[in-house]
Structure formats: structure tokens, C-alpha cells
């Protein structure tokens, strides 16, 4: 039986936060590490200090927005980006095949406004993405859903709830366009094992002064598992460390492991 780990982060700029990334890689050591909103160039990746630590790195992105990451130990079997829909989304998704995995790296679009295309490009990315699982994937399979998927997805996911409802992140229409998305076949795993606490966050917007000391908080980093792997999993949790240190991203890091065959 083998331990097996995996970890999610957006990193808000992936060369802003080499100094978090590869020192936490170091000590945690997950088998992989999805990270999103990396905001560089496919070119201009910084690709040596992950192989320099024994990790495998595949990303795709452009060096202002959006862009996403994958760092394994292992090299993957298969690798493919977007929604095969619209090349425009490659830098939102990586779908990524390891032996007795696949895992899927996402960075929902944050949606801006309610009242805007943004915000129903959001709901439509939902819709997307559950049509690739429905014509791609088996929920009998082991596969992961991870990443930045800008929505909390229930009041205890928030730090103020009453204030911050209808928020593009927290209102009914994203709570269902993820609740649909999740029928298909799949778990929160932190609620596996946190089923009814509140003042877990993973973002912490840098906007808001002293915000992390404050506890004010959003649960909007997710990871989620078909039945296979939530029967496997045995922890998941949040690291509140990078987010505490210093020149950090907004959010910080969730993980989940796993007892394997």
C-alpha cells in the first residue's frame, strides 16, 4: 500500500512564486502538484528549478493571464489541454493520464461580473467541461477534478455569507452550474472529512487588510474525486504556510492523499 499525494495552488504568477513552489515541493515532496494562474509564456516557463528537484513539469499559458501547470515525479502517460471544444480554453485545463490516474487541472474562469459576458462564459465553461466528462470519462474510473474553480460552493465557504451574497463566485446560478457539474459523479473531498466546518479558506484577497489574520476568507480552491478515489482517500487539507509567507499568492495550497494499491 503506497501513500499517494496530490496538491493544488494557484500560484498567481508562477515566477513570483518560485520561492514558495519549489522550497514547499522539497519538503512535502507530493506526487503532483497542480498549479494555476501561472501567467507566463510556454516559452518563458521557468522548466529547470522543478527538474532540478526530480519533478516533471507540463504547462500551458500566455504571459499575462490565466495559465496552468502540472509537476509530477512521475512522467505522465498522456497529456492534453482544453475542452476540445475551443483551443482559446487551452490555457484553462490540463488533462493529465498517470498509471491508475488521471488528473484533471483546471482554472475556471472567475466570471468579473454578474451582469457580464464574463460571468456567463463562467457558466458556460461549467456546462463545457461536464460535456467532456460525460463523452471523455467514466465516473467508474479514478480520476480527479482540481484547481481555482472560483466558486464557494456553500455558506460556511465564506467568510460573510449575508454580505458577499451574489458575489460571481457565491450566487445560486454558479452554485448550480457547479452543483451540476459534480452529478456527474463526483466529491468534495475536503467536506469528506470537514463535512460541516466553517473558517476553512484557501484565498484570502490581498485587497482586504490583515485578511488572513481576520479569517476573512473563501473556500474557492477544490478538490474532487470520482467514488474510486474518495473510498482511498484518507486526508485533506489546507496549508496555510505559503499563504503566510513572505511575497505570497492569494491563495494557498489544498492537499489530499490517498492509500493505494
Given at each position: 500500500?503506497?501513500?499517494?499525494?496530490?496538491?493544488?495552488?494557484?500560484?498567481?504568477?508562477?515566477?513570483?512564486?518560485?520561492?514558495?513552489?519549489?522550497?514547499?515541493?522539497?519538503?512535502?515532496?507530493?506526487?503532483?502538484?497542480?498549479?494555476?494562474?501561472?501567467?507566463?509564456?510556454?516559452?518563458?516557463?521557468p522548466v529547470s528549478p522543478f527538474g532540478e528537484i526530480g519533478y516533471q513539469i507540463v504547462f500551458r499559458g500566455d504571459k499575462r493571464y490565466n495559465g496552468i501547470a502540472t509537476a509530477s515525479l512521475k512522467k505522465p502517460t498522456s497529456v492534453s489541454?482544453?475542452?476540445?471544444?475551443?483551443?482559446?480554453?487551452?490555457?484553462?485545463?490540463?488533462?493529465?493520464?498517470?498509471?491508475?490516474?488521471?488528473?484533471?487541472?483546471?482554472?475556471?474562469?472567475?466570471?468579473?461580473?454578474?451582469e457580464s459576458e464574463h460571468f456567463f462564459y463562467k457558466l458556460e465553461w461549467f456546462k463545457r467541461f461536464k460535456n467532456l466528462l460525460?463523452?471523455?470519462?467514466?465516473?467508474?474510473?479514478?480520476?480527479?477534478?482540481?484547481?481555482?474553480l472560483n466558486v464557494?460552493?456553500?455558506?460556511?465557504?465564506?467568510?460573510?455569507p449575508k454580505r458577499l451574497l451574489g458575489h460571481v463566485c457565491f450566487n445560486p446560478d454558479v452554485w448550480n452550474a457547479f452543483a451540476d457539474v459534480k452529478s456527474w459523479g463526483l466529491s468534495d473531498l475536503f467536506r469528506k472529512f470537514y463535512p460541516d466546518a466553517s473558517g476553512h479558506?484557501?484565498?484570502?484577497?490581498?485587497?482586504?487588510?490583515?485578511?488572513?489574520?481576520?479569517?476573512?476568507?473563501?473556500?474557492?480552491?477544490?478538490?474532487?474525486?470520482?467514488?474510486?478515489?474518495?473510498?482511498?482517500?484518507?486526508?485533506?487539507?489546507?496549508?496555510?504556510?505559503?499563504?503566510l509567507a513572505e511575497k505570497p499568492s492569494d491563495h494557498t495550497i489544498l492537499t489530499a492523499e490517498f492509500k493505494i494499491d
Open positions: 500500500m503506497k501513500i499517494f499525494k496530490i496538491a493544488t495552488y494557484n500560484v498567481n504568477s508562477i515566477r513570483s512564486r518560485l520561492h514558495i513552489v519549489i522550497p514547499w515541493l522539497r519538503e512535502n515532496r507530493p506526487d503532483i502538484l497542480c498549479m494555476q494562474e501561472t501567467k507566463v509564456s510556454d516559452a518563458e516557463f489541454f482544453g475542452l476540445d471544444d475551443d483551443p482559446a480554453d487551452e490555457d484553462r485545463l490540463i488533462r493529465v493520464v498517470f498509471p491508475g490516474i488521471t488528473v484533471l487541472n483546471s482554472y475556471v474562469p472567475q466570471g468579473r461580473d454578474r460525460e463523452k471523455s470519462y467514466s465516473k467508474k474510473a479514478p480520476i480527479l477534478w482540481c484547481g481555482d464557494a460552493p456553500e455558506p460556511i465557504d465564506v467568510h460573510d479558506y484557501t484565498f484570502f484577497d490581498y485587497r482586504v487588510r490583515d485578511s488572513v489574520a481576520k479569517g476573512l476568507g473563501w473556500r474557492i480552491d477544490h478538490i474532487l474525486t470520482t467514488p474510486s478515489l474518495t473510498e482511498k482517500s484518507i486526508r485533506c487539507s489546507i496549508d496555510m504556510k505559503p499563504r
